[in-house]
DNA sequence: TGATACATACATACATGAATGTATGTAAAG
DNA sequence: CTTTACATACATTCATGTATGTATGTATCA
């Protein structure tokens, strides 16, 4: 065929993105092929070596281009921490953050790519390298959060700050992994996330109306 | 080679799904071959496929054989829950399961296996309707025992007994998960599952001395 | 302003390796 | 003597990477 102009193939390039993320979803990353990834944005193998070295390359361009927000998401919750009045801030948060993932399509598709359907093994390879440092980004910053808030007082000071968040971040994990696993859902984080992430956020305040039992 | 005893044939036959389980954490299912398998336990394809009809087939025995505690730890929750005491009781026992999953080999094995290695999809093939069949009898087992409790008076009447269960069933996957996840460890739950688990327990528990906070 | 040269954005064709499933061979157990 | 418990050999499929073809956009220069 013919070259396109420059937005033209930036256009290619998202709806490469997109097909690919549908199918990592739809089929699997092992068994979906570049060949069924070029057929489904209606392209050939060629385009996608074009703008991809290989599936693993087209995996971190989807994180780059998908998972910006949820960066944004877990970097501003430092800020939230050191509000005026933190407890509520930093609720307020990790509702937005929960939120976000289950509710924009960009963050659900590769949440649900990374956390389903990519295989994390002991010798890890670059993909995976790649993958678990975004995810130490991430933690990294709940992790001074949660710093922030036990140097403010508002936490229960007989667990690690960093152990509350390595905790809270597990139990995300779960809910939304739950949440987004094939089938019929068992839990709608939509609707019960809020009470099921502050059973976990009572329980970790300390202070004056921190709890509610 | 030569034909070997029945005991012998099922010495191969852990053999081969030793050396599997071992290839799956290392370097992932869908890049383990069955020639691996075979050659790792010091065999050929040919006892693999004696033994198996395919990978599936060997992820499906693997389940089989490793996981039997792991359903009897899930079907003896109801019967804590109907205990004398039912909190303590069934505290202990999600204690107990825990511990289970984290120090016996054989269950750390599966579960590794199915949390990390295995693709779930939306077009799903028999071996993920598999899993997640037995999945769901975990659970049922779970919602089963928080159904006793609210029955017994001793949950917070807000939410649900099935949401609560779910919310448990989620926390305890992601710290599992966490825990298992290959690199250095975030999480020692052989250290902290205890607490990070009460954490949830507590302020899921009404009636007096149940929250600690 | 129009012709030319080069780079871009793919499509197509090819070579290769690798994993699978099956078919067959075989030696010992029962 | 038959079946078991494998090993070996074979055929096929299939995904990958690369090499090449090609038509067009775009910059350059006169």
């Known amino acids: ?83 005026a009045d933190p407890v509520p801030a930093f609720r307020q948060a990790i509702h937005a953050l929960i939120r976000r993932v289950v509710e924009e399509p960009e963050l659900g598709q590769i949440t649900r790519i990374v956390m389903h359907v990519v295989e994390f093994t002991d010798e890890q390879n670059a993909l995976q390298r790649f993958l678990n440092d975004r995810r130490d980004i991430l933690h990294d910053h709940m992790r001074a959060a949660f710093e922030i808030l036990g140097q403010r007082g508002v936490l229960r000071n007989d667990l690690s700050p960093s152990l509350l968040a390595e905790g809270l971040l597990a139990y995300i994990y779960g809910l939304v992994h739950s949440d987004f696993s094939p089938g019929e859902p068992v839990i709608d984080l939509a609707r019960n996330g809020r009470a099921l992430i502050d059973l976990y956020l009572d329980s970790i305040f300390s202070g004056p109306g921190a709890c509610v039992c």
Chains 1, 2 share one sequence.
């Open 1 to 83: 065929m013919a070259r396109k102009t420059k937005e033209d193939a930036e256009r290619t390039y998202h709806a490469l993105l997109d097909a690919a993320a549908e199918l990592f979803i739809r089929q699997g990353v092992s068994r979906t092929t570049l060949s069924d990834i070029a057929h489904e944005a209606g392209l050939t193998r060629g385009a996608v070596y074009w703008h991809f070295r290989n599936k693993d390359s087209v995996i971190e361009a989807l994180w780059a281009r998908n998972a910006r927000r949820l960066q944004e998401a877990f970097e501003q919750l430092e800020t939230h921490a050191r509000a």
